[in-house]
């Protein structure tokens, strides 16, 4: 089972950027599908983005346009870039690896990080 450790949350003003990374253990980082997610105090845990082992990417339409995912596999390393911050962005923001992007939920998952966007 992957080990993932998350970084890059902290408090930002609306309309600025933050940069998340994820650090995975193992050898095979990259056949994973990998992938954030987040969750709102009072609210369930939501997708944010994901990238497949091939390169293919998907969003939440609530992020489409302001988010980038990235990974750097000689790194063991996936990013999301979060530009023009919300209020409503703010969350613990996880990361999650799997066999398949569709398996995300049921993977292995970071401790999270906290993101704040204060208006």
């Known amino acids: 089972q992957v080990q993932l450790v998350e970084s890059g949350g902290g408090l930002v003003q609306a309309g600025g950027s933050l940069r998340l990374s994820c650090a995975a253990s193992g050898r095979t980082f990259s056949s994973y599908a990998m992938g954030w997610f987040r969750q709102a105090p009072g609210k369930a845990r939501e997708f944010v983005a994901a990238s497949g082992s091939k390169g293919f990417t998907y969003y939440a339409d609530s992020v489409k346009g302001r988010f980038i995912i990235s990974r750097d596999n000689s790194k063991n390393t996936v990013y999301l870039q979060m530009n023009s911050l919300k209020p409503e962005d703010t969350a613990v923001y996880y990361c999650?690896?799997?066999?398949?992007?569709?398996?995300?939920?049921?993977?292995?998952w970071g401790q999270g990080t906290q993101v704040t966007v204060s208006s």
């Open positions: 999650a690896a799997a066999q398949s992007i569709a398996t995300l939920s049921a993977g292995s």
